[in-house]
């Protein structure tokens, strides 16, 4: 039971993992949803915002408890996996601790009242699939890019293009530092104390553990075949297993197998409604078992050879990089002045934009649909092939604490694209279809004139004009230059003509978000004359 537990662990930390962690974007839509199906507080969300689909997920999740107790803990939680994994590296052995009753219960009334009250922060902060989310695409995605990126420049010198680098994702420095903090206090309190955020911090453990007080087949000890030998108190990661009165609490255990696998004696097994007596025929007891663990598993690792011991055959690549190397030294004083004087052409563009309000992805409803369902898991972001998603740390003021917000500092909402509605498990974001997708407004373009380049450099640009996709951005000739001229009216707020502005330090042209979507005007489609059957070229 415990290698089967670890084996599905191991799976769905894997697989999460990959989600959030695939910067190909090569994962099926259809997969990502049948991995999150059953994440518990995703899945309410779902329930609360009349989301389809994915709603289901808790009560599957409640029924499990209902019968085995907190499987969800160990099976099928992420972060759950991961503090497993952390806890591989622990040398010291565990004892009976008291549950923290004083605590864990006032963070989880907290957090309804929050909810309740309107706020998601709390489940923001402590949700483990959204705490997942966020460790893996703030702290490991970059490591994962960098690598690529490493990868994709060496196949490169050696003449392979198989990888193509990435860019890496913009946020803040305080998301960056609360989620690094996040995970440092995770990683800490599994080597410290195993599953003890679990059971004090994490409300979906604490409501389970409510739930598993009733559970229909538990883990119970048998007093009359039991040696006191504490081997399962030793290995129980949460700390639940009190040898003074040979009981398991199940509001605690999620379910790791520990006791069950290690016990010499067989005593631990499941009982069907906590019935425990010494004559009672209980479901998967193991017969007893001599001697323990075998002593032969200690002597299990083998001479491993030493691979590292022959040098690597000669080759070009060496030569190409030291020729890469020097014609980067030569171009360097070139490149150098080039990113001098860039900032001293755009040096007269001095009002800086002031945005009143966030833009919220495609699908979002408004400010505040978004911010009362949105769990900050970051799955949208890793989706995103635009870019144009980037966490924000207190971008919708407290009530919207590390959500994401459309950004065009590093690329635009794409005009057909509906990746983030299909991907959000919460439906913060609702799925739309491309046609709907093209009407939807999420703000409107606001132009500087004076920030623009074409007045205050007299030169020509027109960059924001050929990538708005819906025209609401025209150039008009003004004293032999053509001059933006935008009907914000046209526009869906897709941060196209924000991006490629070249105004500089201060866009010139940018999108001020709607605090509730709005339907833009579709825009007129010019009437194609017909060709000339008497012309040679009708074109």
């Known amino acids: 039971m415990r290698n089967v537990r670890r084996g599905a662990g191991g799976l769905t930390l894997s697989l999460m993992a990959l989600v959030f962690l695939d910067v190909y974007g090569l ?3 259809d997969f990502i949803r049948t991995l999150v199906y059953v994440q518990f507080l995703p899945s309410v969300m779902a329930y609360l915002t009349g989301g389809t689909g994915l709603i289901t997920g808790f009560v599957f999740v409640l029924i499990l408890t209902v019968l085995a107790g907190r499987v969800y803990c160990s099976f099928l939680c992420p972060l759950g996996s991961m503090m497993d994994a952390a806890v591989f590296f622990r040398k010291k052995r565990y004892a009976y601790a008291k549950p923290s009753e004083w605590f864990r219960y006032p963070v989880l009334v907290l957090t309804i009242l929050v909810f309740i009250s309107g706020s998601v922060v709390l489940v923001d902060l402590l949700d483990p699939y959204s705490v997942f989310g966020r460790i893996m695409t703030v702290c490991l995605r970059p490591v994962v890019i960098l690598m690529n990126n490493g990868a994709a420049r060496v196949l490169e010198l050696a003449g392979f293009y198989a ?3 990435r860019s890496f994702l913009r946020m803040s420095w305080a998301v960056c530092a609360l989620t690094w903090i996040w995970l440092f206090l995770v990683v800490l309190l599994a080597v410290k104390r195993g599953r003890l955020y679990c059971n004090t911090l994490c409300p979906v453990g604490s409501f389970l553990g409510l739930i598993a007080r009733f559970q229909v087949f538990r883990l119970n000890i048998t007093e009359s075949s039991c040696n006191g030998c504490g081997l399962c108190a030793r290995n129980c990661k949460s700390q639940c297993v009190d040898l003074s009165t040979k009981t398991i609490d199940s509001s605690r255990c999620v379910m790791c197998f520990n006791c069950f696998t ?6 631990v097994g499941f009982s069907m409604c906590g019935v ?8 998967g007891l193991r017969p007893p078992q001599e001697g323990g663990r075998n002593p032969a598993l200690r002597n299990a690792v083998s001479h491993v050879p030493d691979l590292c011991s022959s040098k690597p055959e000669a080759d070009d690549s060496r030569r190409k990089t030291l020729r890469m190397l020097g014609l980067f030294i030569l171009g360097f004083p070139g490149t150098l002045k080039a990113q001098v004087m860039r900032p001293l052409v755009y040096a007269r563009n001095r009002i800086p934009v002031r945005k009143k ?3 919220t992805p495609p699908g979002s409803l408004s400010i505040g649909h978004f911010t009362s369902a949105c769990t900050a898991c970051y799955l949208c972001v890793t989706r995103c092939p635009g870019k144009v998603l980037e966490p924000g740390f207190t971008v919708y003021g407290k009530a919207g604490v590390l959500m994401p917000h459309l950004s065009n500092r590093q690329g635009f909402c794409n005009f057909e ?5 299909e991907v959000c498990p919460t439906f913060a974001i609702r799925s739309l279809s491309k046609e709907d997708k093209k009407r939807v407004q999420v703000g409107r373009v606001h ?3 004076e920030n623009c380049i074409v007045i205050t450099q007299k030169t020509e ?4 004009s050929e990538h708005c996709p819906t025209k609401a951005v025209n150039m008009a000739v003004e004293n032999g230059l053509r001059v933006p001229v935008v009907n914000p009216d046209l526009c869906v707020g897709c941060g196209a003509c924000e991006y490629a502005c070249p105004s500089l330090p201060h866009k010139s042209i940018y999108v001020d978000g709607n605090p509730e979507h709005r339907k833009a005007v579709k825009p007129k489609t010019e009437k194609i004359s017909e060709p000339s059957a008497t012309e040679d070229f009708p074109f």
């Open 163 to 165: 990888l193509s680098p």
């Open 357 to 359: 309000h966030p833009v």
């Open 461 to 464: 640009c027109g960059a924001c």
């Open 262 to 267: 290690l016990c010499p004696a067989g005593s």
């Open 27 to 29: 994962i099926p839509m």
């Open 276 to 283: 425990n007596t010494p004559d009672a025929r209980r479901v």
């Open 417 to 421: 694209c509906t990746v983030c509605g």
């Open 447 to 449: 132009f500087i004139r």
